[in-house]
Nanobody, 124 residues
Framework: QVQLVESGGGLVETGGSLRLSCTVS????????MGWFRQAPGKEREFVAT????????YYADFAEGRCTISRDNAKNTVYLQMNILRPEDTAVYYC?????????????????WGQGTQVTVSS
């Protein structure tokens, strides 16, 4: 059974940083692309960043470009999302997702497995 467990969320002040982690169990972490999505209260889930299975390709949402970095350590079956210069509008539950294919992807329907999410709250 494939499981994804996120960690690293929390409360941070505007301008601060957080690093989210997502560890995959039940499947080789190097076998698929991974992505981060977020969902704020009353809003739809939206794409944040994605990375290919070998780490060679990354894509970011416009709001994440320049402030976020996605990376992965396949030996640890873990993907990371470093978030800097956080803003109150970044407040959301952040989800990691694993795709059954190696190519990076930016839409949620392209992912097969999801974590339970980790809350990020940015205070103004």
């Amino acid at each position: 059974q494939v499981q994804l467990v996120e960690s690293g969320g929390g409360l941070v002040e505007t301008g601060g940083s957080l690093r989210l982690s997502c560890t995959v169990s039940g499947r080789s972490g190097s076998s698929g692309a991974m992505g981060w999505f977020r969902q704020a209260p009353g809003k739809e889930r939206e794409f944040v960043a994605t990375i290919s299975s070998n780490g060679g390709t990354t894509y970011y949402a416009d709001f994440a470009e320049g402030r976020c970095t996605i990376s992965r350590d396949n030996a640890k079956n873990t993907v990371y999302l470093q978030m800097n210069i956080l803003r109150p509008e970044d407040t959301a539950v952040y989800y990691c997702a694993l795709r059954g294919r190696p190519l990076a992807a930016t839409t949620s329907r392209q992912y097969d497995y999801w974590g339970q999410g980790t809350q990020v709250t940015v205070s103004s």
